[in-house]
């Protein structure tokens, strides 16, 4: 990949966190105005004269004059850092103080210190992942909207109303150990896990963007691990389940862009750097009694990545891991991934007992790939009819053309082997 | 073979454009630019202008400046060689700055 790759959207956050601890959580907007000012600059100059040698040392050069500027200028009509005010009312100290800002090692804590400000408890999940999205990772609102699949003046609206929280928070969340700390820091793994989610079985069709959020969460997580106090084993575990997951989208779609199951995948395709990082991260992770969901969902993706071959695969160790993470987080979804993962050990019959004792199962009545699974099912059964109304069912919940093409591959299969029986 | 001066107005919209697409935006013009380098038609590159400066009508009427609506700003240049004026201006029918809303004035150099 060229370095210079969404060289842009990776520094946005960067600088977006290093002004906004010297400009102070209530001048965000001021802090986004000189990075988009920065940007401007950029394209308009390399555009005739070519990329620097240090694109990103150049973005951020300009960035700190550009914040300078604002800071004499403004400094008798606007408060700025309430941690950094002295420092900033005098010639003398200006320029220090505002490079020391910059400088990398302190960049790394400006971006963990967004990131924990963002998840501030008075705002819902999903306000979160937008806000994080937006400030800390460079995406557009308009790139957001998509991707979640709503309008943009809803996006719009979510995300004011959660930048009016981030302003009135007086000051960036400190990460001295606080007493709110750890459960802050639960918040920002929650974050992090939701936008990798969203990345890997979102609703979005765009398959790059969705590949982006991935990315995007795992260079979040990696944050965490170069902090002392985040560094905790439920976040190697985070990190681990992260990995071993992203290590498989290479084989998720096949050469024409088609969503493959994970019977049919090449394996070969799988990142094995990414797997190797995610098994020495799920190490790390079991220091300490702490057994958090992202443990087990890491120990599961382990047992896919650690398979050569589908048939290698440990199914036993698969379902009594999916047990234990029911006894600590109940839904609906896993409970279906363990009836999934029994019908591999014992056999279709029984994975379709399983599906359907599940207690909470009206609410996968939305969820394409619970009619997918019970069509699976049906076809191991030898009973193509009712795999294919289950196939039916998918398809009309499916929520982008990827999805759709898939479920309707699967629902195509089924009417051809109804249509060979019947010619016998 | 002459030398034809390409000035870009307008189409620097920077409204709610992502880091994103302005890094794409960047990257379309540089890759327009080598194009014409490859075929050997770019003399210059050229520079980018900054949107402020002054208008000079005399000796005593210097205002801020310039007067024009953005979308006839003048956002910078490049020098381009080629046989004739027509050429010079299908030359410039890649340039990024349509999409955006801008034009490209196309103006001959004076030779000997």
Known sequence: ?424 | MSDYLYIYRGGANREGRSPEVMQQVMQQWMAWLGELKAQGHLKSSGEPLEDTGKVVRNKTMITDGPYAESKDLVGGFSIVTADSLEKAAELSAGCPIFEAGGLVEVRPIMGM
């Open chain 1, 1 to 424: 990949m060229d370095p210079t790759d969404h060289l842009f959207r990776h520094e946005a956050g960067r600088m977006v966190a290093a002004l906004t601890r010297i400009f102070g959580v209530h001048n965000l907007a001021l802090a986004e105005d000189v990075v988009q000012d920065a940007f401007c600059r950029a394209l308009e100059t390399w555009k005739y004269r070519g990329i620097p040698e240090n694109p990103a040392g150049w973005l951020m050069k300009t960035a700190k004059n550009r914040a300078m500027d604002v800071i004499r200028r403004e400094r008798n009509v606007r408060t700025f850092s309430p941690d950094l005010g002295d420092l900033l009312s005098s010639e003398w100290t200006l320029a220090p103080a505002v490079a020391e800002a910059f400088e990398a090692h302190s960049i790394q804590d400006d971006e963990l210190r967004m990131m924990f400000s963002c998840c501030h408890p008075r705002l819902p999940d999903t306000a979160q992942v937008a806000l994080i999205l937006n400030v800390c990772c460079g995406f557009s609102v308009k790139e957001i909207a998509s991707a979640f699949l709503v309008s943009n003046s809803a996006m719009e609206k979510r995300i004011e109303r959660a930048k009016g929280v981030f302003v009135k928070s007086e000051r960036l969340f400190q990460l001295d150990g606080a007493e709110d700390f750890s459960e802050r820091l639960s918040s920002v793994q929650q974050a992090i896990y939701l936008l990798f989610n969203e990345g890997y079985h979102g609703a979005s069709a765009i398959s790059s963007i969705r590949t982006d959020f991935c990315f995007e969460a795992l260079r979040l997580g990696e944050l965490l691990l170069r902090h002392r106090l985040a560094s905790t084993p439920s976040s190697y575990a985070l990190n681990a389940l992260m990995c071993l997951n992203a290590a498989r989208l290479p084989g998720r779609v096949d050469q024409c862009g088609h969503l493959t199951a994970l019977g049919e995948q090449d394996r070969s395709l799988w990142d094995r750097r990414l797997i190797t990082l995610g098994l020495s991260y799920l190490e790390e992770s079991a220091a300490g009694t702490q057994l958090s969901p992202f443990h087990l969902e890491a120990g599961i993706a382990s047992v896919h990545a650690r398979a050569k071959r589908i048939e290698d695969t440990n199914w036993g160790e698969i379902v009594s891991l999916y047990e234990l993470l029911l006894s600590v987080q109940d839904s609906p979804i896993v409970e279906l991934n363990r009836a999934i993962a029994i019908s591999q050990l014992e056999g279709s019959e029984r994975g379709l007992q399983e599906i359907r004792a599940i207690a909470d199962r009206e609410r996968l009545m939305s969820y394409p790939f619970y009619f997918a699974a019970l069509g699976e099912l049906e076809v191991k059964s030898g009973r193509p009819e009712q795999a294919a109304a289950q196939f039916e069912s998918a398809v009309g919940l499916a929520r982008n053309a990827a999805e759709r093409e898939f479920l309707s591959r699967r629902l195509v299969e089924c009417r051809k082997s109804i249509s060979c029986r019947n010619t016998v």
